[in-house]
């Protein structure tokens, strides 16, 4: 995000990757401004069936012996060792061919030896983690073998307070499919990845940026809310006390300055807060 200068952003995962962007999120709530989970999140996977048979499918993956390994030789091995298709595509994909041998593309030691853990890290969600009290979305496959319907909005409400209430809006399911290939919701035929997407887009069209204490950004204007910036006579690092909404990446643009020139004033279009000039540039800090 230094990089590519940008100051918050919602950050997104799916499968274990949802439970990586929640917890990033949690410790950097000065950068994140939502998380989205589609078919994974803050949940104890350890006694799910789907998760035990990845946790053979790494393990076999784990006694490859790479360096004595061709490539071809390789994709037979998976073949023969993963008997989910959709899994042994996703081995497959993570083999490098170095020619007389062959390597992986991830850490397949290092993931095997986590899953034999009592508590792995990729399977659980430990309390310590903390709660999420920004925005959210969490889309699961309405039949998925890693998000049961019936009991597992519960782990979802207890760290993302404000997915409370939220069924069927921000906390749903997402197609029909009834395959344990339902996992991958992303990767469906071309009608179901377009309304995933609109889906998503409609999201954080209304989400990505808003205010912690806004619902959406249909409120902004219309609350007292901290805005970004330092306000050297509230000696605040959050800046004016007004609802001005303007832009989120306010560390590497000057889209809150533009605005204040265009409208002439500090505050937002309904109501001034502070007198103007009182909102200072980094010279006074």
């Known amino acids: 995000m230094d990089a590519k200068k940008l100051t918050m952003a919602t950050l997104g995962g799916h499968g274990f990757g949802a439970k990586v962007a929640l917890a990033t999120a949690i410790n950097n709530m000065d950068r994140c401004t939502g998380v989205i989970n589609l078919d994974g999140g803050p949940l104890d996977h350890r006694f799910y069936e789907a998760y035990q048979e990845l946790a053979v499918y790494v393990a076999a993956a784990a006694k490859l012996d790479v360096a004595k390994t061709d490539y071809a030789s390789a994709l037979r091995f998976v073949d023969r060792e993963i008997a989910c298709s959709k899994w042994a595509s996703i081995f497959k994909g993570n083999l490098e061919d170095k020619g007389s041998s062959v390597s992986w593309k991830l850490n397949i030691n290092a993931l095997a030896a986590n899953m034999r853990m009592r508590q792995p890290d990729v399977a ?22 890693w998000v049961h319907l019936a009991t597992n909005t519960l782990p979802f409400y207890n760290v993302i307070p404000r997915l409370q209430g939220q069924f069927p809006g921000n906390l749903n399911t997402f197609g029909t499919d009834e395959s344990p290939h339902n996992h991958w919701l992303h990767e469906g035929d071309h009608e179901e990845t377009w309304m995933l997407s609109q889906r998503l887009w409609r999201w954080l069209k209304w989400h990505d940026g808003a205010h912690v204490l806004l619902a959406d950004k249909s409120e902004a204007g219309w609350y007292n809310i901290p805005d970004r910036g330092f306000d050297v006579e509230q000696n605040t690092r959050h800046g004016e006390y007004n609802p001005e909404h303007v832009h989120h990446n306010y560390l590497h643009s000057d889209a809150y300055e533009q605005s204040r020139k265009a409208r002439g004033v500090e505050g937002a279009n309904s109501g001034q807060f502070l007198p103007k000039g009182q909102f200072n540039d980094e010279s006074r800090w």
């Open 124 to 145: 659980c969600w430990h309390h310590h983690y903390g709660l999420w009290p920004g925005q959210a979305l969490a889309l699961f496959a309405a039949h998925s073998r």
